[in-house]
């Protein structure tokens, strides 16, 4: 199971399937979910000399080109290509509809092919977004498609869109799973109702068969860890996430004081750039070693291409000479983004931040913890969202300690300056996903057996003081692949169909030949797909693959922002 080479297949599909010289027309949503994946000089090599959006009006005429449409099937989409029809600037269409197209739409195209130019429509389900090839998500923003209607209840268009983006997940790779819910989530339920429904109304395309039982489908709920996503990470691939953003693989450095032209904006892509992709989990002290042997190997070839005395040595550049290239631009781009990163590490004193965040996730000291979150708040080089979030972390943990200091801590944040709306934020993520909200003891401190796994765990031996956070959706997978604890997993992720029969969880064997994917309703995180990411290099040998997806990709300040503007009961 990859993600990328799935959309990767489609695109290829398209552009090869229509042969001589072509246009590519995508929509708004098309347009990331293809650049993720792909290249201008690939598509140029298959004769794609010209790539634009459906909704630009002002394009020129040419009706010497061929022209691929590929857009989802919405209403703004299917009226831009009607206007194209009426008005055709190319030659011959080939449409593409990136999921389950009505036979209305079809009809309304055929009625208005007055000229007759459109050759071939289809549907070719790449509706959603491949960052990595473990890991996809749905794009959905507050802004666009809020994820809460009110309270734990699905905005309907989110719930619309996350529907058509898994089932475009599934069809892809051809799958029809056992469909497994966390059993506290109304969310994580309806969305398996929905989808399972969608597979039986459409058995033409998901096929008449039984579920597939080597394919298993998890729908969780972000609210069950609302940790994970609260903390700094550490690699690479997640510091740019949480400092600079990444925006659909681009980077925009274009804020940075002192930024050279060429670097204003970058893009970051596993295919084309191999230093990225060996160094995406790497954590933020090995990156240095790594960009230090990246710079040292480009030194090394600058000083043996100047060595230029004769035509055989002319010849010898200018055949590795795009490859000089590329590595000067690699090199360029990863050395500004890594002095970036530790410029705001430095500036947000996120190591003291982090030290903080790592023991309120991971360790059960309240003195202390208490202690050292008065003086991180009172700390004026320290920003108000780090503050918060180590409070927020704070009241999670020990929501249900008698000795609970939150009151305090709310006023000495107050003093200190920071925002009321911040302040409030705290409350808004304990009624989200305060302990009466989650299924699970995520913090191993509700009673006295679980308190004494928490100190057991504690003593484990950890990468360093910054990285002893495991996720609990990767303690989950583990345990289950593994065949532990059975019974409780059986009980927390029950079948959304009773009468299936699917592996059952807990077989002493472990799992063996299956394709799990895991799905989070309130968006994933990197060190959520780093994770999984090395769970599919420990359980290769049992032919286990596993993917995660979510709604959208979440950094601490896109969660708090999410739930900022929802009201929680």
Avoid at 67 to 83: E, G, H, K, N
Avoid at 342 to 360: D, I, M, N
Wanted: hydrophobic content about 40%; glycine content about 6%; aromatic content about 8%.
């Amino acid at each position: 199971m990859d993600a990328v080479k799935a959309i990767q297949y489609y695109t290829n599909r398209m552009v090869t399937d229509v042969s001589g010289m072509k246009v590519l027309l995508l929509d708004r949503e098309t347009t990331p979910i293809i650049s993720l994946v792909s290249t201008q000089s690939y598509l140029l090599a298959k004769e794609t000399y010209l790539v634009d959006r459906i909704e630009n009006s002002s394009r020129d005429t040419m009706r010497h080109l061929k022209c691929i449409c590929f857009v989802r099937p919405t209403d703004a989409s299917l009226q831009a290509l009607l206007d194209e029809l009426r008005n055709p600037r190319y030659g011959d269409y080939y449409i593409y509809f990136s999921n389950i197209l009505k036979k209305s739409m079809i009809e309304v195209l055929a009625e208005n092919d007055e000229s007759e130019v459109v050759r071939e429509i289809q549907e070719f389900y790449a509706d959603f977004y491949a960052p990595t090839p473990c890991l996809f998500h749905i794009g959905l923003t507050p802004s666009v498609h809020p994820l809460f209607a009110e309270g734990h209840s699905w905005n309907p268009g989110a719930l619309g869109r996350t529907v058509q983006g898994l089932s475009a997940v599934l069809l892809s790779l051809k799958k029809r799973p056992n469909i497994r819910y966390e059993r506290n989530s109304a969310m994580a339920l309806k969305l398996g109702q929905e989808l399972e429904y969608l597979m039986s109304h459409e058995a033409g395309l998901f096929g008449t068969k039984a579920i597939d039982s080597h394919a298993q489908l998890f729908i969780v709920d972000r609210k069950n860890d609302p940790v994970t996503p609260l903390l700094t990470q550490w690699t690479y691939h997640a510091l740019l996430y949480e400092l600079i953003g990444i925006n659909n693989g681009r980077i925009d450095l274009s804020h940075v004081p002192g930024i050279r032209a060429e670097v204003k904006e970058v893009m970051l892509s596993q295919d084309q750039d191999t230093f990225f992709k060996q160094s995406q989990h790497l954590n933020f002290g090995d990156l240095g070693a790594s960009i230090k042997k990246l710079v040292e190997l480009y030194q090394t070839n600058t000083k043996s291409h100047h060595q230029i005395e004769s035509i055989a040595d002319m010849k010898r550049f200018v055949e590795a000479y795009p490859e000089f290239r590329k590595l000067s631009g690699n090199v360029t781009k990863h050395v500004t983004l890594v002095g970036e990163l530790s410029r705001l590490v430095a500036e947000r004193h996120l190591l003291a931040v982090s030290e903080l965040e790592q023991s309120l996730a991971c360790n059960e000291q309240h003195s202390s913890d208490l202690k050292a979150l008065r003086a991180l708040i009172s700390n004026a080089k320290i920003t108000a969202e780090n503050k918060v979030r180590c409070a927020i972390l704070y009241a999670l943990r020990y929501e249900r300690a008698q000795s609970n200091a939150l009151a305090e801590l709310k006023q000495l944040l107050t003093s200190s300056g920071v925002d009321a709306d911040q302040v409030a934020s705290i409350d808004v993520v304990l009624r989200y996903a305060g302990a009466g909200e989650r299924q699970s003891d995520l913090f191993q401190n509700e009673n006295l057996f679980s308190r004494g796994r928490s100190i057991f765990k504690g003593l484990q031996g950890v990468e360093n003081v910054y990285t002893q956070h495991t996720p609990a959706l990767a303690e989950m997978v583990e345990q289950i692949v593994r065949g532990k604890q059975g019974l409780h997993w059986q009980e927390r992720l029950p079948n959304l169909d009773p009468k299936a029969r699917p592996p059952l969880l807990g077989n002493e064997s472990g799992m063996h030949n299956q394709d799990i994917i895991v799905f989070v309703v309130g968006g994933v995180t990197m060190e959520e797909e780093m994770a999984v990411a090395k769970l599919n290099e420990k359980f290769a040998s049992q032919n286990v693959r596993l993917m995660i997806g979510g709604t959208s990709i979440q950094t601490s300040s896109s969660f708090l922002a999410e739930l900022s503007t929802t009201f929680f009961p």
